[in-house]
């Protein structure tokens, strides 16, 4: 069984910065790409951003290119999500996933479907 606890949400000004952190449990974490998605109340859960088992490759909704950065470290096994230039639109709770299939990525990974664990979920307020 994996566990997925995400922090590092809060209330920002637009223009400011958060970083959100994902902690896994287990011993395969290196093994399994990584997502972020949001979701705004009344809205469909909608992708950010994945990275690959090593960290290599990553891969970003239109929305937030620039902006957001996401990251890993296997070591800890946690993954990251470095968000600048917050805007109110980027308001939401914000979850981390993995992916249903080891070793695994490419841009079907837009898709929830394609993850088995989730977090709880942190929320993250822009005010304008």
């Known amino acids: 069984q994996v566990q997925l606890v995400e922090s590092g949400g809060g209330l920002v000004q637009a223009g400011g910065s958060l970083r959100l952190s994902c902690a896994a449990s287990?011993?395969?974490?290196?093994?399994?790409?990584m997502g972020w998605f949001r979701q705004a109340p009344g809205k469909e859960r909608e992708f950010v951003a994945v990275?690959?088992?090593?960290?290599?490759?990553?891969y970003y909704a239109d929305s937030v290119k620039g902006r957001f950065t996401i990251s890993r470290d296997n070591a800890k096994n946690t993954v990251y999500l470095q968000m600048n230039s917050l805007k109110p639109e980027d308001t939401a709770t914000y979850y981390c996933a993995r992916t249903r299939f080891s070793l695994y990525f490419g841009t079907q990974l837009s898709s929830p479907g394609m993850y088995d664990y989730w977090g709880q979920g942190t929320q993250v307020t822009v005010s304008s």
């Open positions: 287990g011993r395969t974490f290196s093994s399994y790409s």
């Open positions: 990275i690959d088992w090593s960290g290599g490759s990553t």
